[in-house]
């Protein structure tokens, strides 16, 4: 999600300039924390921990696959430079819980001026009679309006809950303060039962 870049960044460490030896990569980590209310159905916490070393990228989830499933990831943040910046991350994990079964994942952030794109998509293959075989994805649109406040669109393929459309579509407003950053989303507003979250993530 766009939070992940947005903290990580403001978790990495500044390198001083007169360094004799390059210093060794430090660990930066962000968590994000989402209440959801879907429409017809009770509201659920979701988080999501990041953890970067290097190239080394760690996730761990909880009912992002499924309620009351948790997950683990690995993967390698490869750098995208020149006037498009970024990073793309292949990635497999694990998810246990309700729903079960392995989970390759591939995460990509672009940065251009003031705008920025995330997606990350990932697809869970069961590996229980209970867990069917479906593909998950997130992406985010934002424009940075200032140095606090970010606007953007915002799209989302899940299986937590039955929804009208395949893709649920909406808007989002990110206020940032230090390293907190609170993000309020609207999904599917133009229909008759909209549904919305919020989101409250910090980086260490």
């Known amino acids: 999600m766009l939070l992940a870049p947005l903290l990580l960044s403001l978790a990495a460490p500044v390198q001083g300039q007169d360094s004799a030896a390059p210093a060794k990569p430090k660990w930066s980590t962000s968590i994000s924390s989402f209440w959801i209310e879907p429409p017809h159905q009770s509201g659920y916490l979701s988080a999501i921990l990041y953890a970067d070393n290097g190239p080394l990228h760690l996730e761990a989830r909880w009912a992002y ?11 390698k ?50 590996t229980d009679s209970d867990t069917s075989d479906f593909f998950y994805s997130w992406s ?19 299986n937590i809950f ?33 549904y919305w979250m919020v989101s409250i993530g910090a980086g260490f």
Do not use: C
């Open 65 to 75: 696959e499924g309620r009351d499933t948790g997950s683990l990831s690995v993967g």
């Open 77 to 126: 943040s490869i750098p995208i430079e020149g006037d498009i910046s970024g990073s793309i991350t292949p990635m497999i994990g694990f998810a246990a819980g309700d729903s079960q079964g392995v989970v390759p994942a591939l995460s990509l952030e672009l940065n251009w001026e003031k705008l920025r794109f995330s997606t990350n998509a990932e697809y869970l293959f069961g």
């Open 140 to 158: 985010e649109l934002g424009w940075e309006a200032s140095e606090r406040l970010t606007l953007g669109l915002v799209g989302q393929r899940t």
């Open 162 to 194: 039955d929804e009208a459309l395949t893709i649920d579509r909406g808007l989002f407003f990110g206020v940032k303060s230090g390293r907190t950053l609170f993000t309020a989303y609207v999904f599917n507003p133009d229909l008759d039962h909209p």
